[in-house]
């Protein structure tokens, strides 16, 4: 996909000056002559171009790589783009009119999904998301919501978030250097267009990254940014997800969950729930209530766009306020 990738800098509607930055992270491929090649094509446009690498025996990760590409680059701005996808013409020009009106925030955009069908939820997410929900929705995901390789900001405010994180294969460099640019004060935008080819493929550097990596760190910045400023609060799923992010909330959290809330007749009947592994004695049983007799804020355990449209009527039904009464984490 080089190739296609490369040819869609050159296509760039951008008339300011442009440099491409390219780290070579120890391919074995023919990478090396394929991005020879485009940087002729490229500086006789008028692009200039920078190529680092290195040709140790096994790569140093994605973290690495992005950090090498930045620091061998001049730019004031900084327009990710990963070498499986492809940059619609406008995208440089579009996202660098609305990162200078933001110059501390992510900008991201809107995406094409290659093949069209291969993550069809995520990619309505990611596409759909409100403006206000860029930030509320920060727990849901197994990424950030503007995604990785749409990302565009300004060198300055990228030197005061990063790094990224340099741990390698299965470290998610993304959402980690997403929740430090969250702490320092940084703001997400998204452009409304599809300005960028997103390829799903197997052997993606994303399938590295294990689930429960990912559940580990989302857990502990939802207990960092949130549930700190709430006395207690509801979790909404008596299911197994709602039961998992119980039993992986430290103790002191824990204790502010005051029932589980669910449709599910069966789970209600049962009355409560019973923390097994606990080491408080006696171990601790929370009720489990219908969704309409629980209380927010809600901790909301159940996954979007699964269930036809029953759960998000259930949720209106109760006119709360996203952020406020309510977070989702699934």
């Not at 094509?41 to 190529?51: A, R």
């Not at 660098?96 to 992510?106: F, G, K, R, V």
């Not at 929705?137 to 978030?161: K, Y």
């Not at 452009?191 to 857990?219: F, G, K």
Request: charged share 25%.
């Amino acid at each position: 996909w080089l190739d296609e990738c490369l040819e869609s800098v050159l296509q760039q509607d951008f008339e300011g000056s442009m440099e491409l930055s390219v780290f070579n992270d120890a391919s074995k491929d023919k990478s090396m002559t394929i991005i020879e090649k485009w940087k002729v094509k490229l500086e006789n446009s008028g692009v200039l171009v920078v190529i680092g690498g290195h040709d140790s025996p096994s790569p140093r990760g994605v973290g690495y790589s992005k950090n090498q590409a930045i620091a061998q680059s001049s730019g004031s701005y900084l327009c990710f783009l990963d070498s499986d996808d492809v940059m619609m013409p406008q995208r440089v020009r579009l996202q660098l009119e609305a990162a200078a009106q933001h110059p501390t925030s992510i900008v991201g955009c809107q995406v094409r999904r290659d093949p069209p069908n291969s993550t069809e939820r995520y990619t309505r997410w990611i596409n759909q998301l409100a403006p206000d929900q860029l930030l509320t929705q920060v727990f849901t995901s197994n990424g950030p919501t503007v995604i990785m390789p749409t990302w565009f900001c300004s060198r300055a405010w990228f030197s005061h978030v990063g790094p990224f994180d340099e741990g390698g294969q299965g470290e998610p460099e993304d959402l980690l250097f997403f929740y430090s640019h969250l702490r320092k004060g940084g703001g997400v935008i998204r452009v409304d267009q599809s300005l960028l080819l997103y390829r799903y493929h197997p052997n993606a550097a994303t399938h590295s990254v294990l689930e429960t990596t990912i559940w580990t760190h989302r857990v502990r910045f939802l207990e960092e940014r949130v549930l700190p400023h709430w006395a207690t609060f509801t979790i909404w799923n008596a299911g197994r997800q709602g039961r998992r992010l119980y039993r992986s909330l430290t103790a002191g959290m824990r204790r502010k969950v005051v029932a589980f809330c669910d449709v599910d007749e069966n789970k209600i009947r049962k009355g409560f729930y019973c923390h097994e592994d606990s080491q408080e004695r006696p171990k601790p049983r929370v009720p489990i209530l219908h969704f309409r007799a629980a209380r927010p804020p809600f901790v909301i355990c159940v996954k979007l766009d699964l269930t036809g449209g029953a759960f998000e009527d259930n949720l209106r039904s109760l006119h709360l306020q996203e952020g406020r009464d309510f977070l989702h984490f699934s």
